[in-house]
């Protein structure tokens, strides 16, 4: 089941072997670069003899972004994650969780072309902590949690990129779905708790800076299983940055999933933040 990821790491392994030894000690190899960026937003509001109406409020939201890159000869190894966590507090009301994610990705790329390369990857989704409905009466029910559900992806296939700001990637794949209580009923079977998809995977992403201190960053992923073509599960997350000094930006993020497997409907979810971002690398 994780042929494919082991692959990844032989592949990269082997080449690692193969270079020849550095002029300098290995402490001062620039064959990897790393960047990684720390931000907080958060928002409070209270009130005290206030006529006019209004609910004392408390929001907080965390992310983790990084990317680590190695690339030497014919080799690019990109592993890129992403963490995010907020709760919102409003009024007398408990305290509820906003965003909860945790994306990890790992592309090795073996370049032999100009613009088209082939590729082995793999990529994890999953949340931190239990997730939650409320109804109109504002009584929870668990929904979701760490791993319920999980979604492990892997893919062998051939990447293209004719322009700095703009690749694509497609390849045969093969989807765990993982599930432990709350999304059996995305596995479909009683008896097991991971259900084994093979498809194909499309992902494209942009990175175009609009102006000097604005950046679109995009991805669409889309996975369509071989017995079930026309039920593709589409990802979508788009974020505009617009950076007001060195250590504030305001964020605009939409992100769209579509999963039949989860309901028939399009998720939508938008964020608006003035935030600091810290680069730590």
Not at 4 to 32: C, H, M, N, R, Y
Not at 63 to 77: N, Q, R
Not at 135 to 155: C, E, I, R
């Amino acid at each position: 089941m994780k042929i494919i990821v082991l692959l990844l790491f032989i592949i990269a392994g082997t080449a690692l072997a193969q270079e020849s030894k550095p002029a300098v000690p290995a402490l001062a190899d620039t064959s990897w670069k790393h960047t990684m960026i720390v931000s907080a937003n958060i928002t409070q509001i209270s009130f005290t003899d206030w006529s006019q109406g209004g609910e004392n409020a408390l929001a907080y939201a965390l992310f983790l972004e990084g990317k680590s890159t190695y690339a030497v000869d014919f080799i690019e190894w990109v592993n890129s994650y992403k963490f995010g966590y907020g709760q919102a507090r409003l009024g007398s009301q408990s305290i509820r969780k906003t965003d909860d994610k945790i994306n990890l990705e790992s592309v090795l790329t073996y370049k032999i072309g100009t613009y088209v390369n082939p590729f082995a990857s793999a990529s994890l989704n999953t949340q931190f902590t239990e997730g939650v409905m409320y109804d109109a009466a504002g009584h929870a029910t668990p929904v979701s949690n760490f791993f319920d559900p999980g979604y492990l992806t892997q893919t062998l296939g051939a990447g293209y990129q004719s322009i700095p700001e703009v690749k694509t990637r497609l390849g045969a794949a093969i989807r765990e779905t993982i599930a432990k209580k709350y999304a059996m009923a995305y596995i479909g079977d009683s008896t097991e708790t991971v259900k084994v998809e093979g498809g194909v995977e499309s992902v494209t992403e942009v990175a175009w800076t609009v102006m000097e201190n604005v950046v679109l960053n995009a991805k669409l992923e889309i996975f369509a299983p071989i017995k079930q073509f026309d039920r593709m599960t589409v990802r979508s997350d788009n974020t505009l940055s617009a950076k007001v000094n060195k250590y504030i930006s305001m964020n605009l993020n939409v992100y769209l999933l579509n999963d039949p497997q989860v309901q028939a409907r399009t998720q939508i979810k938008q964020t608006l933040a003035l935030g600091f971002n810290f680069t730590l690398m």
